[in-house]
């Protein structure tokens, strides 16, 4: 039986996101196609590729036409880092006598000797420091001195075969600004690589990136989000859930509050995901916080992540019904972040979602709430897809979820901004409604995949005490619609003052 063919390791990018993107990077000797409109990150990306290859005992050489060495140096800088031995920086500048209006004058076009001399300094800097690794920045510069399209192609197609010949691993830029449209390099490069830069209506750029070709190898398909950030570029891959099983023990965790797991039928499923609905002010974040309190005072670790609320506000309401957040917090079982989400990508947003699980054992986590979440998608059934991998990936590591979602109204018929019911396994309704004069809460389960619970509408009320589930109201009929009957006053049953 003959031997399966041993290839060589792949040539890491120093961007762990962009290499798991890559099932682990670029396979050496073969010429690549990073692109992108100006201000998407090539050259970052292309500075800590070769870096990367530098801390390997690779030497790299980076050939730069369209910046200065200086430039390049100061932008390495900014992100912390020094272009030391193991790189060289090649500055290509146009022959002097290419700059004398005496010497533009002639029989031959100039860019015809500019492009045979571009090419010959090109070939003698790699020449003279024999490198592993090599960056072209950029192809737009010798995109213009070919002028056409057939001379280009086999500009780029000699320069393959010379970097083949060598066996180095080659990044070539393009930061589409002469022709978007010229698909030559695509044709001849092994692998392309495309950086885009979406500008919603509000708030921060948002970029993304896809593979959109990698002969022979397999990679993650889509776009993946991607930031740029003191350090580098951070790129967070496309969360596949199917990729993520793991096998736990399905218990029931409680809430703490011993009317409030009844009504649950014993309590909530872990590995499952709850959504809690209702109108802005019924509770739905200090109940899901409840579940989280309830862990942490288990000795598990819980993770809430703030959207719709000022995180400070939250801390003291939260005090104002005996739960002190800052001291679960500081116990290392709780963890708070506020995330904003006109700052926030979805994919940066999955990540670190996933850290907590993945890295610091978080088995409960809070994501308050759905609208603000919804802000940071750019369509609506984005981020039913979104929720849909995060929840599955949860559910599969063992975690339990819990979602807030305000609907719009306040009594009477309510509208939800997404309808993402289909996806909880449990759903816990809040309405207001109005009895002998007052504006009181009402809770109730409207579904529960898993086990039984109960059909029973109950008061809920939140004071100093904390938050206290009544007896179910039998009395009334029309709770959901926020304006009751009172069908049997003998049998009602509301919340007396404590």
């Known amino acids: 039986m003959a031997a399966e063919p041993q290839h060589p390791p792949k040539a890491r990018t120093g961007i762990v996101g962009l290499d798991d993107i890559l099932i682990g990077g670029l396979s050496p000797g073969h010429v690549y196609l990073l692109e992108g409109s100006p201000g998407t990150g090539k050259t970052t990306i292309a500075l800590q590729f070769l870096l990367e290859g530098a801390k390997a005992g690779e030497v790299g050489l980076y050939i730069t036409m369209s910046e200065t ?31 004398d209006d005496e010497h533009q004058q002639s029989l031959l076009y100039s ?27 950029s192809l737009s510069e010798i995109r213009l001195l070919a002028q056409s399209s057939l001379r280009y192609r086999r500009q780029i197609l000699a320069m393959k075969h010379y970097f083949a010949q060598r066996g180095a691993t080659v990044l070539m830029l393009d930061d589409l600004t002469t022709d978007s449209n010229d698909k030559t390099v695509h044709s001849l490069a092994h692998g392309v690589v495309r950086l885009e830069e979406l500008t919603p209506s509000y708030g921060s750029e948002r970029r993304r990136l896809r593979v959109i070709k990698y002969r022979g190898q397999s990679f993650r398909g889509g776009f993946h989000d991607f930031i740029i950030a003191k350090g580098g570029v951070q790129v967070f891959p496309r969360l596949v859930s199917g990729e993520h099983r793991t096998g736990f023990a399905r218990h029931v965790l409680t809430s703490g509050i011993g009317e409030l797991d009844a009504l649950l039928g014993g309590g ?22 409840q579940f989280a309190v309830s862990a942490a005072a288990r000795g598990e670790k819980a993770a809430l992540f703030i959207f719709d609320e000022e995180l400070s506000l939250l801390i003291d309401r939260a005090k104002l019904i005996g739960i002190d957040l800052d001291a679960l917090r500081a116990s290392g079982n ?20 996933r850290s907590r699980v993945d890295h610091s054992g978080v088995k409960t986590v809070v994501i308050d709430g759905l609208n603000g979440y919804q802000s940071a998608m750019p369509e609506e059934n984005f981020l039913i897809l979104h929720i849909h991998e995060l929840l599955q990936y949860l559910n599969r590591q063992g975690a339990s979820t819990f979602l807030t979602l305000a609907q719009h109204g306040l009594v ?14 449990t759903i816990i309704l809040l309405r207001y409604f109005e009895a002998f004069g007052q504006v009181r809460r009402a809770i109730s ?23 206290a589930i009544g007896e179910p109201l039998e009395g009334f009929q029309g709770i959901l619609r926020g304006t009751p009957v009172l069908a049997d006053g003998d049998r009602t049953r509301l919340l007396k003052d404590r």
């Open 111 to 137: 860019s015809d000797l500019e492009l045979g001399e571009t090419t010959k300094a090109v070939f003698q800097a790699i020449d003279r420091s024999q490198p592993a690794r090599i960056v072209i920045d």
């Open 445 to 467: 389960i409207i579904k529960k995949r898993f086990g039984e619970h109960e059909n029973t509408i109950r008061e809920i009320r939140i004071d100093s005490r904390g938050l």
């Open 69 to 99: 060495e200086r430039e390049l140096r100061d932008g390495a800088a900014s992100h912390g880092w020094e272009i030391g031995d193991g790189v060289h920086v090649f500055e290509l500048v146009p022959p002097e006598n290419l700059l």
């Open 334 to 353: 709780l963890f708070i972040e506020q995330v904003d989400a006109a700052e926030l990508s979805p994919g940066e947003f999955a990540h670190k979602v």
């Open 268 to 289: 909530i499923e872990q590995g499952s995901s709850t959504l809690v609905m209702g109108p802005a002010g019924s509770g739905k974040s200090l109940l899901t916080v």
């Open 412 to 425: 009477g018929d309510m509208k939800s901004p997404v309808d993402v019911t289909y996806l909880a396994d």
